[in-house]
Protein backbone atom coordinates (compact mmCIF):
# COMPACT_ATOMS: atom_id res chain seq x y z
CA UNK A 1 0.00 0.00 0.00
CA UNK A 2 1.29 3.72 -0.69
CA UNK A 3 2.48 5.88 1.64
CA UNK A 4 -0.70 7.32 3.83
CA UNK A 5 -1.72 11.11 2.53
CA UNK A 6 -2.82 12.42 5.48
CA UNK A 7 -5.33 15.66 4.82
CA UNK A 8 -6.82 15.99 8.29
CA UNK A 9 -4.74 18.07 10.11
CA UNK A 10 -7.66 20.19 11.01
CA UNK A 11 -9.03 16.96 13.27
CA UNK A 12 -5.14 17.00 14.88
CA UNK A 13 -1.46 17.60 13.09
CA UNK A 14 0.21 14.60 12.23
CA UNK A 15 3.03 13.85 12.27
CA UNK A 16 4.55 15.99 14.56
CA UNK A 17 8.06 17.10 14.40
CA UNK A 18 10.90 14.71 15.13
CA UNK A 19 11.79 16.81 18.32
CA UNK A 20 8.11 16.17 19.85
CA UNK A 21 8.68 12.48 19.96
CA UNK A 22 12.16 12.51 21.12
CA UNK A 23 11.64 15.47 24.21
CA UNK A 24 8.58 13.51 25.00
CA UNK A 25 10.39 10.19 25.49
CA UNK A 26 13.74 11.59 27.16
CA UNK A 27 11.41 13.93 29.37
CA UNK A 28 9.17 11.25 30.69
CA UNK A 29 11.77 8.56 31.00
CA UNK A 30 13.94 11.82 32.69
CA UNK A 31 12.13 14.53 34.37
CA UNK A 32 8.62 12.22 34.33
CA UNK A 33 7.22 13.13 37.97
CA UNK A 34 4.52 15.31 39.55
CA UNK A 35 5.75 19.21 39.42
CA UNK A 36 5.31 21.71 41.57
CA UNK A 37 4.55 19.63 44.53
CA UNK A 38 7.81 18.51 45.64
CA UNK A 39 11.68 20.32 46.23
CA UNK A 40 13.52 17.06 44.81
CA UNK A 41 15.14 17.68 41.74
CA UNK A 42 13.35 16.03 39.35
CA UNK A 43 10.03 17.57 40.58
CA UNK A 44 11.92 21.57 39.88
CA UNK A 45 12.96 20.50 36.57
CA UNK A 46 9.60 18.72 35.88
CA UNK A 47 7.75 22.41 37.40
CA UNK A 48 10.78 24.44 34.85
CA UNK A 49 9.10 22.45 31.71
CA UNK A 50 5.62 23.46 32.28
CA UNK A 51 6.78 27.53 33.75
CA UNK A 52 8.74 27.62 30.66
CA UNK A 53 5.40 26.40 29.05
CA UNK A 54 3.12 29.10 30.34
CA UNK A 55 5.68 31.45 29.35
CA UNK A 56 6.11 30.83 25.78
CA UNK A 57 2.31 30.67 24.82
CA UNK A 58 2.03 33.71 26.71
CA UNK A 59 4.07 35.38 24.79
CA UNK A 60 2.91 34.30 21.34
CA UNK A 61 -0.67 35.20 22.08
CA UNK A 62 1.04 38.18 23.93
CA UNK A 63 -1.66 37.94 26.38
CA UNK A 64 0.44 39.74 29.32
CA UNK A 65 2.76 40.11 32.14
CA UNK A 66 1.43 37.43 34.36
CA UNK A 67 2.41 34.21 32.97
CA UNK A 68 0.52 32.25 35.26
CA UNK A 69 -2.55 33.06 33.92
CA UNK A 70 -1.76 31.10 31.40
CA UNK A 71 -3.55 27.75 32.84
CA UNK A 72 -3.67 23.64 31.44
CA UNK A 73 -6.36 21.61 31.13
CA UNK A 74 -7.00 18.42 28.99
CA UNK A 75 -8.24 20.42 25.41
CA UNK A 76 -9.77 23.08 23.75
CA UNK A 77 -13.17 21.47 24.99
CA UNK A 78 -12.11 21.61 28.82
CA UNK A 79 -11.45 24.65 29.07
CA UNK A 80 -14.32 26.20 27.05
CA UNK A 81 -16.57 24.37 29.39
CA UNK A 82 -14.54 26.02 32.53
CA UNK A 83 -14.29 29.64 30.53
CA UNK A 84 -18.24 29.69 29.58
CA UNK A 85 -20.05 27.99 32.77
CA UNK A 86 -17.48 30.17 34.77
CA UNK A 87 -18.53 33.55 33.25
CA UNK A 88 -22.69 33.06 33.34
CA UNK A 89 -24.56 33.96 35.39
CA UNK A 90 -28.38 33.75 35.83
CA UNK A 91 -29.96 36.05 32.96
CA UNK A 92 -27.34 36.37 31.02
CA UNK A 93 -27.02 36.70 27.79
CA UNK A 94 -24.36 35.50 24.92
CA UNK A 95 -23.29 36.44 21.76
CA UNK A 96 -22.14 33.60 19.31
CA UNK A 97 -21.64 32.98 15.62
CA UNK A 98 -22.62 30.15 13.45
CA UNK A 99 -19.29 29.08 12.82
CA UNK A 100 -19.04 28.02 16.41
CA UNK A 101 -17.82 23.95 16.93
CA UNK A 102 -20.05 21.99 19.44
CA UNK A 103 -16.93 22.63 21.97
CA UNK A 104 -19.00 25.74 22.09
CA UNK A 105 -22.02 25.56 21.43
CA UNK A 106 -22.94 22.23 23.50
CA UNK A 107 -22.01 24.03 26.91
CA UNK A 108 -24.32 27.00 25.39
CA UNK A 109 -27.37 24.85 24.83
CA UNK A 110 -26.81 23.15 27.83
CA UNK A 111 -27.36 26.61 29.59
CA UNK A 112 -30.30 27.63 27.39
CA UNK A 113 -31.99 24.66 28.11
CA UNK A 114 -31.96 25.18 31.80
CA UNK A 115 -33.41 28.46 31.40
CA UNK A 116 -30.05 29.79 32.92
CA UNK A 117 -28.87 32.08 29.62
CA UNK A 118 -29.94 33.56 26.29
CA UNK A 119 -27.84 33.02 23.12
CA UNK A 120 -27.83 34.66 19.59
CA UNK A 121 -26.27 33.19 17.46
CA UNK A 122 -25.17 35.81 14.22
CA UNK A 123 -24.76 34.23 10.87
CA UNK A 124 -21.55 34.78 8.63
CA UNK A 125 -21.52 36.04 5.71
CA UNK A 126 -21.00 33.94 1.84
CA UNK A 127 -17.07 33.88 2.13
CA UNK A 128 -17.38 32.76 5.49
CA UNK A 129 -16.75 35.67 7.82
CA UNK A 130 -18.71 37.15 10.86
CA UNK A 131 -19.38 40.82 9.88
CA UNK A 132 -18.65 42.50 13.44
CA UNK A 133 -21.20 45.03 13.00
CA UNK A 134 -23.46 42.15 13.66
CA UNK A 135 -22.03 41.64 16.67
CA UNK A 136 -22.36 44.93 17.78
CA UNK A 137 -26.12 44.50 16.46
CA UNK A 138 -26.24 41.43 19.08
CA UNK A 139 -24.93 42.99 21.83
CA UNK A 140 -27.54 43.93 24.85
CA UNK A 141 -27.77 45.75 27.93
CA UNK A 142 -27.33 42.08 29.59
CA UNK A 143 -25.03 40.85 27.31
CA UNK A 144 -21.46 39.07 29.09
CA UNK A 145 -19.56 38.28 26.66
CA UNK A 146 -19.06 37.51 23.17
CA UNK A 147 -17.62 34.11 21.97
CA UNK A 148 -16.08 33.76 18.62
CA UNK A 149 -14.17 31.08 16.90
CA UNK A 150 -10.44 32.41 15.42
CA UNK A 151 -10.80 30.35 12.58
CA UNK A 152 -13.67 28.51 11.16
CA UNK A 153 -12.96 24.49 10.81
CA UNK A 154 -15.05 24.16 8.10
CA UNK A 155 -14.44 26.82 5.97
CA UNK A 156 -10.96 27.90 7.08
CA UNK A 157 -11.44 30.98 7.20
CA UNK A 158 -9.61 33.35 9.95
CA UNK A 159 -12.46 35.68 11.68
CA UNK A 160 -12.00 39.59 12.05
CA UNK A 161 -10.95 39.64 15.73
CA UNK A 162 -9.73 42.92 16.28
CA UNK A 163 -12.40 44.26 14.90
CA UNK A 164 -14.84 42.24 16.55
CA UNK A 165 -12.61 43.38 20.25
CA UNK A 166 -12.85 46.95 19.37
CA UNK A 167 -16.64 46.85 19.42
CA UNK A 168 -16.62 44.16 22.73
CA UNK A 169 -14.27 46.53 24.01
CA UNK A 170 -16.50 49.85 23.07
CA UNK A 171 -19.49 48.19 24.35
CA UNK A 172 -18.10 46.54 27.77
CA UNK A 173 -18.60 43.05 27.15
CA UNK A 174 -15.88 40.25 27.70
CA UNK A 175 -14.87 38.72 24.30
CA UNK A 176 -13.69 35.67 24.21
CA UNK A 177 -11.67 33.42 21.52
CA UNK A 178 -11.63 29.70 20.56
CA UNK A 179 -8.50 30.16 19.27
CA UNK A 180 -8.39 25.96 18.68
CA UNK A 181 -7.35 26.46 14.75
CA UNK A 182 -5.69 29.74 15.51
CA UNK A 183 -3.15 29.07 17.63
CA UNK A 184 0.45 28.09 15.80
CA UNK A 185 -1.51 28.76 12.79
CA UNK A 186 -1.39 32.42 12.33
CA UNK A 187 -0.57 34.95 14.41
CA UNK A 188 -2.86 36.26 17.26
CA UNK A 189 -2.59 39.38 19.55
CA UNK A 190 -4.76 39.38 22.57
CA UNK A 191 -3.67 42.98 23.70
CA UNK A 192 -4.32 44.26 20.01
CA UNK A 193 -7.50 42.33 19.68
CA UNK A 194 -8.71 43.14 22.96
CA UNK A 195 -9.11 39.08 23.69
CA UNK A 196 -9.91 38.40 27.62
CA UNK A 197 -10.04 34.77 27.11
CA UNK A 198 -7.86 33.43 24.41
CA UNK A 199 -8.64 29.02 24.45
CA UNK A 200 -6.46 26.79 22.54
CA UNK A 201 -5.64 22.94 21.77
CA UNK A 202 -2.19 21.81 22.09
CA UNK A 203 -3.04 18.66 19.53
CA UNK A 204 -3.80 20.81 16.12
CA UNK A 205 -1.11 23.78 14.83
CA UNK A 206 0.96 24.13 18.00
CA UNK A 207 1.97 20.70 17.87
CA UNK A 208 1.54 18.92 21.13
CA UNK A 209 0.36 15.70 21.89
CA UNK A 210 -3.61 15.30 22.48
CA UNK A 211 -4.83 15.67 25.63
CA UNK A 212 -3.40 18.90 26.40
CA UNK A 213 -4.65 22.48 26.03
CA UNK A 214 -5.47 25.24 27.95
CA UNK A 215 -6.59 29.14 27.99
CA UNK A 216 -5.21 32.80 29.01
CA UNK A 217 -7.54 34.99 31.17
CA UNK A 218 -6.07 38.84 31.07
CA UNK A 219 -5.82 40.46 34.46
CA UNK A 220 -9.40 42.03 35.62
CA UNK A 221 -11.50 39.11 34.17
CA UNK A 222 -13.15 37.27 36.66
CA UNK A 223 -13.55 33.49 36.05
CA UNK A 224 -15.98 31.70 38.76
CA UNK A 225 -14.71 28.00 39.68
CA UNK A 226 -16.76 25.43 38.38
CA UNK A 227 -14.25 22.46 40.14
CA UNK A 228 -12.52 21.99 43.22
CA UNK A 229 -9.73 19.60 44.10
CA UNK A 230 -6.31 19.70 44.45
CA UNK A 231 -3.35 22.44 43.49
CA UNK A 232 -0.15 20.86 45.62
CA UNK A 233 -0.22 24.36 47.44
CA UNK A 234 -1.93 25.63 50.66
CA UNK A 235 -3.99 22.18 51.13
CA UNK A 236 -5.28 23.40 54.71
CA UNK A 237 -7.69 25.79 52.61
CA UNK A 238 -11.26 24.00 52.12
CA UNK A 239 -11.92 25.96 49.27
CA UNK A 240 -10.19 26.14 45.65
CA UNK A 241 -7.59 28.65 45.45
CA UNK A 242 -8.19 31.88 43.97
CA UNK A 243 -5.14 32.58 42.25
CA UNK A 244 -4.13 31.64 39.16
CA UNK A 245 -2.84 29.54 38.06
CA UNK A 246 -4.13 26.64 40.69
CA UNK A 247 -7.65 28.74 39.71
CA UNK A 248 -8.16 27.01 36.41
CA UNK A 249 -6.31 23.92 37.34
CA UNK A 250 -7.69 21.33 39.20
CA UNK A 251 -5.55 17.57 40.34
CA UNK A 252 -2.10 17.06 38.63
CA UNK A 253 -1.06 18.27 35.31
CA UNK A 254 -0.62 16.24 32.26
CA UNK A 255 2.91 16.76 32.75
CA UNK A 256 3.79 14.29 29.56
CA UNK A 257 1.28 16.56 27.43
CA UNK A 258 2.95 19.89 28.85
CA UNK A 259 6.20 18.49 27.64
CA UNK A 260 4.76 17.56 24.00
CA UNK A 261 3.65 21.53 23.97
CA UNK A 262 6.60 22.39 24.75
CA UNK A 263 8.71 20.89 21.90
CA UNK A 264 5.70 21.87 19.78
CA UNK A 265 5.95 25.67 20.54
CA UNK A 266 9.65 25.51 19.96
CA UNK A 267 9.29 24.22 16.85
CA UNK A 268 7.06 26.62 15.86
CA UNK A 269 8.44 29.31 17.25
CA UNK A 270 11.55 28.33 15.44
CA UNK A 271 10.29 27.41 12.15
CA UNK A 272 8.31 31.02 12.10
CA UNK A 273 4.71 30.58 12.31
CA UNK A 274 3.87 32.70 9.09
CA UNK A 275 6.72 30.77 7.37
CA UNK A 276 4.77 27.61 7.71
CA UNK A 277 1.38 29.81 7.51
CA UNK A 278 2.61 30.37 3.78
CA UNK A 279 3.89 27.33 3.13
CA UNK A 280 0.54 25.62 3.37
CA UNK A 281 -1.35 28.26 1.74
CA UNK A 282 0.59 27.99 -1.23
CA UNK A 283 -0.41 24.31 -1.47
CA UNK A 284 -3.98 25.45 -0.10
CA UNK A 285 -3.99 27.79 -3.63
CA UNK A 286 -2.79 24.86 -5.60
CA UNK A 287 -5.80 22.39 -4.65
CA UNK A 288 -8.67 25.06 -4.57
CA UNK A 289 -7.94 26.20 -8.12
CA UNK A 290 -7.67 23.15 -9.41
CA UNK A 291 -10.16 21.35 -8.17
CA UNK A 292 -12.59 24.03 -8.60
CA UNK A 293 -11.64 23.00 -12.27
CA UNK A 294 -13.43 19.68 -12.18
CA UNK A 295 -16.80 18.94 -12.93
CA UNK A 296 -19.43 18.49 -10.35
CA UNK A 297 -17.03 19.50 -7.64
CA UNK A 298 -19.01 22.50 -5.44
CA UNK A 299 -16.05 24.11 -3.05
CA UNK A 300 -17.43 26.11 0.07
CA UNK A 301 -16.17 29.57 0.36
CA UNK A 302 -12.31 29.16 -0.58
CA UNK A 303 -12.36 32.44 -2.30
CA UNK A 304 -8.46 33.47 -1.63
CA UNK A 305 -5.56 32.94 1.05
CA UNK A 306 -5.92 36.40 2.78
CA UNK A 307 -7.56 35.19 6.24
CA UNK A 308 -7.72 32.08 5.56
CA UNK A 309 -6.22 28.77 6.59
CA UNK A 310 -5.38 25.47 4.59
CA UNK A 311 -8.86 24.13 4.63
CA UNK A 312 -11.03 23.17 1.90
CA UNK A 313 -14.79 21.85 2.17
CA UNK A 314 -16.20 20.40 -1.12
CA UNK A 315 -18.77 17.97 -2.14
CA UNK A 316 -18.94 15.93 -5.47
CA UNK A 317 -21.92 15.83 -7.17
CA UNK A 318 -24.08 12.15 -7.13
CA UNK A 319 -22.08 11.27 -3.97
CA UNK A 320 -22.66 11.68 -0.25
CA UNK A 321 -19.46 13.51 1.51
CA UNK A 322 -18.64 9.80 3.59
CA UNK A 323 -18.88 7.82 0.26
CA UNK A 324 -16.66 10.29 -1.09
CA UNK A 325 -14.24 10.18 2.25
CA UNK A 326 -14.35 6.00 2.14
CA UNK A 327 -13.10 6.27 -1.75
CA UNK A 328 -10.24 8.77 -0.85
CA UNK A 329 -8.95 6.27 1.72
CA UNK A 330 -9.72 2.95 0.62
CA UNK A 331 -8.61 3.54 -2.79
CA UNK A 332 -6.31 6.10 -2.51
CA UNK A 333 -4.73 6.37 1.05
CA UNK A 334 -6.10 9.66 1.49
CA UNK A 335 -7.38 10.71 5.14
CA UNK A 336 -9.50 13.55 5.11
CA UNK A 337 -12.71 13.98 7.49
CA UNK A 338 -16.52 14.18 6.33
CA UNK A 339 -19.84 14.88 7.39
CA UNK A 340 -20.35 17.91 9.67
CA UNK A 341 -16.98 18.35 11.10
CA UNK A 342 -18.80 18.82 14.81
CA UNK A 343 -19.98 22.29 13.24
CA UNK A 344 -23.64 22.13 12.84
CA UNK A 345 -24.71 25.67 12.34
CA UNK A 346 -22.35 25.88 9.44
CA UNK A 347 -23.81 23.52 7.41
CA UNK A 348 -27.18 24.45 7.87
CA UNK A 349 -26.02 27.82 6.69
CA UNK A 350 -23.97 26.66 3.12
CA UNK A 351 -27.03 24.45 3.28
CA UNK A 352 -25.07 20.88 2.99
CA UNK A 353 -26.57 19.71 6.32
CA UNK A 354 -28.78 17.62 4.66
CA UNK A 355 -26.40 16.37 2.23
CA UNK A 356 -24.62 14.61 5.12
CA UNK A 357 -22.00 17.30 4.71
CA UNK A 358 -18.79 17.80 3.06
CA UNK A 359 -15.67 16.45 2.42
CA UNK A 360 -12.75 18.67 4.58
CA UNK A 361 -9.01 18.32 3.28
CA UNK A 362 -6.90 20.21 5.91
CA UNK A 363 -2.77 20.89 4.96
CA UNK A 364 -0.37 20.39 7.69
CA UNK A 365 3.07 21.52 7.84
CA UNK A 366 4.32 18.68 6.81
CA UNK A 367 2.37 17.83 3.25
CA UNK A 368 4.30 18.04 0.28
CA UNK A 369 2.95 18.92 -3.41
CA UNK A 370 3.27 15.65 -4.48
CA UNK A 371 0.46 14.62 -1.91
CA UNK A 372 -1.48 17.58 -3.31
CA UNK A 373 -1.02 16.56 -6.74
CA UNK A 374 -2.21 13.02 -5.45
CA UNK A 375 -5.48 14.37 -3.92
CA UNK A 376 -5.94 16.85 -6.90
CA UNK A 377 -5.73 13.56 -9.13
CA UNK A 378 -7.99 11.52 -7.04
CA UNK A 379 -11.21 14.14 -6.78
CA UNK A 380 -10.94 14.19 -10.73
CA UNK A 381 -11.15 10.07 -10.54
CA UNK A 382 -14.05 10.06 -8.51
CA UNK A 383 -15.85 12.71 -10.29
CA UNK A 384 -15.57 10.92 -13.42
CA UNK A 385 -17.57 7.94 -12.33
CA UNK A 386 -20.64 9.69 -11.99
CA UNK A 387 -20.16 13.06 -14.20
C1 LIG B 1 -12.94 25.35 16.13
C2 LIG B 1 -12.73 24.25 17.13
N1 LIG B 1 -13.04 24.47 18.42
C3 LIG B 1 -12.85 23.53 19.35
C4 LIG B 1 -12.33 22.30 19.04
C5 LIG B 1 -12.17 21.29 20.11
O1 LIG B 1 -10.83 20.94 20.31
P1 LIG B 1 -10.50 19.72 21.27
O2 LIG B 1 -11.15 18.52 20.66
O3 LIG B 1 -9.03 19.62 21.26
O4 LIG B 1 -11.08 20.05 22.57
C6 LIG B 1 -12.00 22.02 17.72
C7 LIG B 1 -11.47 20.68 17.34
O5 LIG B 1 -11.70 20.14 16.31
C8 LIG B 1 -12.19 23.03 16.74
O6 LIG B 1 -11.91 22.81 15.45
Known amino acids: MSKLIYLDNSATSYPKPDSVYSFMDSFFRNKGVSPGRSGFDAA???????????????????????HNRLTFSYNATDSLNLIINGLVEKGTHVV???????????????????????????PFDNDGYVNP??????????????????CSNVLGTIQPLTEIGKICKERGVLFVVDGSQ????????????????????????????????????????????????????????????????YRLEYGTLNLLGV?????????ITEEGIMNIHRR????WEKLVS?????????????????????????????FEAGDVGTMLDVDYNIAVRTGLQCAPLVHEHI???????????????????????????AIRDISRIRN
Open 259 to 267: AGLYAGVKW
Open 280 to 283: EMDL
Open 290 to 318: EVKKIDGVTTYCANGRENQNPVLSFNIAG
Open 182 to 245: GAGSVDVDMQVSNIDVYVFTGHKCLMGPTGIGGSYVREGVHINHTRAGGTGVRSAYRAHLEEYP
Open 351 to 377: GTFDMYGTVRMSIGAFTTEQEIDAAIE
Open 96 to 122: TTMLEHNSVLRPLYVLEQKGDIEVTYV
Open 133 to 150: EDIGKAIKSNTKFVIVTH
Open 44 to 66: LEAEEVVNGTRKMLTKLFNGGSD
